[in-house]
């Protein structure tokens, strides 16, 4: 049977999981393997898909669990497409995955790469039957292998750890640090630490908005890249608004939309900082890496383990503003304890040439 590669995903939303998956089959095919995506009508992946010049296969939207039906209908459009490889990122196909590959009558390599943390272990009888059925599992960092292994009973020996990858030659800018605040309209003279991501409670724009207000200095500043969720981020938004007139920082925060071009953000700032509670694995903290621009994170998640547990980043009790402000102090007092050439160096292990590589090799595809 030739090698396909099936990407599905079921779901109707545009985040880090749905854009990984999309960026991975994008780079396979540019490596010149067979790639199809498996996606809902009108879906934003499946639009990406098209605009990326990938085939797309249109299936129907399954339950988490048991869904049979949808199943059996997977299972045919799978041989209906020779597919020999499915890979899946969002743990609600998985299910709906092992169903299908039952029902085919060809053998079919399932993989599931990693992209969100365990909340609650997974022993049940019913998970570990399900992931009897799944040939590989791949995890970005090591730290999220370990809970693999002590929340599962998935085999060891099937467990990989591959990093989420990064186009290096995208990630970058040319621009000096002065063009790039010109570009995005911030001060020239002033140190600033930004911050990326959706307007979100857990992103902890505010716990940085505090942190600022306790360095009492004035010639630092904050700039945050992003906007609310529509329906969802309002109220955190206005919250942002009420403290920063609250405490007269209309002069020290600046407040830009998400902009595809993020390397320009990461140029213009002098530090970035990421707030997260927790965050599973940070691609914005590598595209920082990439950029050269120092890093101050949560002392969780995936963030550590990045940052070589210190080694290349400060790192702060997660959502301590306290914390948090001594880390930007130190940073103001020594800021180039890591310099921008070790951060490049470190970020080189995500480069998507070599992760595309270590896929082919965990999938067992031969390298083009």
């Not at 396909?4 to 780079?27: D, F, H, I, P, T």
């Not at 490596?31 to 249109?58: M, N, Q, W």
């Not at 890249?225 to 925060?253: C, H, K, M, W």
């Not at 890496?289 to 009790?317: D, V, Y």
Request: overall charge positive; aromatic content about 8%.
């Amino acid at each position: 049977m030739r090698t396909k590669l099936a990407y599905l995903c079921s779901s109707l939303s545009w985040g880090g999981l749905e854009m990984n998956q999309l960026r991975n089959a994008v780079w396979m095919k540019e490596r010149g393997h067979e790639v199809v995506i498996f996606g809902i009508k009108d879906s934003p992946i499946v639009k990406a898909a098209k605009i990326a010049g990938l085939r797309t296969c249109e299936i129907i939207r399954h339950k988490k669990y048991y869904d049979f039906k949808s199943g059996k209908s997977l299972a045919k459009l799978l041989e209906q497409e020779s597919i020999s490889h499915l890979i899946l990122r969002d743990t609600r196909d998985m299910s709906v995955s092992v169903i299908a590959k039952r029902y085919c009558v060809h053998p079919i390599h399932l993989s599931y790469f990693m992209e969100m943390q365990l909340g609650v272990k997974k022993t049940h009888v019913l998970h570990t039957l399900r992931y009897r059925y799944v040939d590989l599992w791949s995890c970005p960092l090591n730290w999220l292998a370990e809970q693999v292994k002590t929340m599962t009973r998935f085999s060891k020996d099937k467990i990989v750890v591959i990093p989420s990858g990064l186009d290096l030659t995208k990630a970058t800018s040319t621009l000096s640090k002065t063009e790039a605040r010109r570009e995005m309209d911030l001060p020239f003279e002033k140190q600033i630490f930004g911050l990326v991501g959706r307007f979100d409670e857990q992103k902890g724009q505010l716990l940085l908005l505090q942190a600022l207000v306790m360095t009492q200095n004035p010639n630092t500043i904050v700039c945050l890249l992003g906007e609310p969720t529509i329906g969802e981020g309002e109220a955190y938004s206005r919250q942002i608004s009420v403290f920063i007139e609250a405490n007269n920082l209309q002069d020290r925060v600046f407040i830009r939309p998400f902009r595809s071009d993020v390397s320009t953000f990461f140029r213009a700032v002098d530090a970035f900082v990421m707030a997260s509670k927790a965050e599973t694995f940070g691609m914005v903290t590598i595209e920082s890496m990439a950029c050269g621009t120092p890093i101050i994170a949560s002392n969780a998640g995936g963030s550590p383990e990045i940052l070589e547990f210190g080694k290349i980043g400060t790192l702060f009790t997660p959502m301590d503003v306290q914390s948090l402000t001594e880390a930007m102090n130190s940073y103001s007092s020594a800021p180039n304890k890591t310099s921008s050439e070790a951060l490049y160096h470190a970020a080189q292990q995500y480069d998507h040439h070599r992760v595309c590589s270590a896929v082919e090799s965990a999938l067992g595809l031969g390298s083009y």
